[in-house]
């Protein structure tokens, strides 16, 4: 069974991180690239990072570049997305995927997808 736990999440003031992390099961990890997605409720999913296998390919979205960092741990089959300096408009449940990183960061390219994470940044 394919799974994507996202975890990480919480309630923060602004200027404050977060890490959080993705662990991938039940698929060959090697194989797809893991990107990170958050949704706003009645907004659409904005692609905001991702990262390929053998990390020949990272993007991240213009509209966190430099405060948001993916990185990977194929040992761990885990990926992670460092948060800095937290702002309110952070706010919304962020979900990792795997499928194909590119640019832009869309949603269609990935296959599976974990239940999300929420963050909540107070002002």
């Known amino acids: 069974e394919v799974q994507l736990q996202a975890s990480g999440g919480g309630l923060v003031q602004a200027g404050e991180s977060l890490r959080l992390s993705c662990e991938a099961s039940g698929f060959t990890f090697a194989d797809y690239a893991i990107g990170w997605f958050r949704q706003v409720p009645g907004k659409e999913r904005e692609g905001v990072s991702c990262i390929s296998p053998n990390h020949d390919i990272m993007q991240t979205a213009d509209s966190v570049k430099g405060r948001f960092t993916i990185s990977s741990d194929h040992a761990k089959t885990t990926v992670y997305l460092q948060i800095n300096n937290l702002q309110p408009e952070d706010t919304a449940v962020y979900y990792c995927?795997?499928?194909?990183?590119?640019?832009?960061?869309?949603?269609?390219?990935?296959?599976?997808w974990g239940q999300g994470t929420q963050v909540t940044v107070s002002s």
């Open positions: 995927a795997a499928g194909a990183c590119g640019d832009p960061i869309l949603s269609i390219l990935y296959d599976y």
